[in-house]
T-cell receptor
């Protein structure tokens, strides 16, 4: 039982490049979310999903796309990386609304 | 949209002193959750409060949910160096994902 697995752990991108941050969970959780963490800003919600085929925007969705084709996976796509997207990205999952979430180890992304 | 505010942003205490962080929401919450993040780590779920006026304890940690379900607090009695980290509250409105406060970073000197 691996929990929530994020890959890669570290990534450096050049401005304008695109990439996908992977998130997978093996707990059969319906709810999955992506957050970014910046110093002094806490955890800000980017996108979330309440089940396969359903996604919605969070507080800071611009520049990011998501899809949820399976219960297990919730990838986050950066369309054209910008230095402002330099951050630590966390994926989280929970069994349902209103229960505690499990977080992945995070992906530290630097855009130069 | 929903906002969750948390104070203080930073707190330094001597080992053995008490510590409290406060959380306020702009809207009524279905429940409130608390998480701890150690330096360099990821957030770890501590507890969830659901009922108005609810109080829960975990050893030296006491969690409260306000009567109006718009505020909450976490109190640590007699802090230890293992309590170091950032404590986040997160509000949950029906049908949405968790919205986190900015966190309170606790440092403890021995």
């Amino acid at each position: 039982n691996a929990g929530v697995t994020q890959t890669p752990k570290f990534q450096v991108l050049k401005t304008g490049q695109s990439m996908t941050l992977q998130c997978a969970q093996d707990m059969n959780h319906e709810y999955m979310s992506w957050y970014r963490q910046d110093p002094g800003m806490g955890l800000r919600l980017i996108h979330y999903s309440v089940g396969a085929g359903i996604t919605d925007q969070g507080e800071v969705p611009n520049g990011y796309n998501v899809s949820r084709s399976t219960t297990e996976d919730f990838p986050l796509r950066l369309l054209s990386a910008a230095p402002s997207q330099t951050s630590v990205y966390f994926c989280a999952s929970s069994y349902s609304e209103g229960v505690g979430a499990f977080f992945g180890q995070g992906t530290r992304l630097t855009v130069v | 949209g929903q906002q969750v505010m948390q104070i203080p942003q930073y707190q330094h205490v001597q080992e053995g002193e008490d510590f409290t962080t406060y959380c306020n929401s702009s809207t009524t919450l279905s429940n409130i959750q608390w998480y701890k993040q150690r330096p360099g780590g990821h957030p770890v779920f501590l507890i969830q409060l659901v009922k108005s006026g609810e109080v829960k304890k975990q050893k030296r940690l006491t969690f409260q949910f306000g009567e109006a379900k718009k505020n909450s607090s976490l109190h640590i009695t007699a802090t230890q160096t293992t309590d170091v980290g950032t404590y986040f509250c997160a509000g949950d409105q029906a049908g949405t994902a968790l919205i986190f406060g900015k966190g309170t970073t606790l440092s403890v000197s021995s």
